[in-house]
């Protein structure tokens, strides 16, 4: 069984990855959107603002959890 720690260290490497993903997912939206083109992301059709797509609101999420799992890890940690 894992302890606390490393329980938390699997949590903040999943969330590090989704967060790598979902920023990447949002960066080629916006590349798009600034090039005048659709391109195959998780949104079907581009709005007029990138940054109200759900590529957006997600990387928002995913970096707001990251954030909130290493307070965690550092106050697991006593850091």
Same mark, same amino acid.
């Given at each position: 069984?894992?302890? =606390?720690?490393?329980? =938390?260290?699997?949590? $903040?490497? $999943?969330? #590090?990855?989704?967060?790598? +993903? #979902?920023? /990447?997912?949002?960066? @080629?939206?916006?590349?798009?959107?600034?090039? %005048?083109?659709?391109?195959?992301?998780?949104? !079907?059709?581009?709005?007029?603002? !990138? +940054? @109200?797509?759900?590529?957006? $609101? %997600?990387? &928002? /999420? /995913?970096?707001? #959890?990251?954030?909130?799992?290493?307070?965690?890890?550092? %106050? &697991?940690?006593?850091?």
């Amino acid at each position: 069984m894992l302890d =606390i720690t490393s329980t =938390i260290y699997i949590l $903040v490497s $999943v969330l #590090a990855g989704g967060t790598l +993903f #979902a920023w /990447f997912q949002f960066y @080629m939206e916006y590349r798009g959107y600034c090039k %005048g083109c659709s391109t195959n992301t998780c949104s !079907p059709k581009l709005r007029k603002n !990138p +940054f @109200m797509s759900k590529c957006f $609101v %997600g990387a &928002v /999420f /995913f970096t707001l #959890a990251l954030g909130l799992a290493l307070r965690l890890l550092y %106050g &697991v940690e006593g850091i």
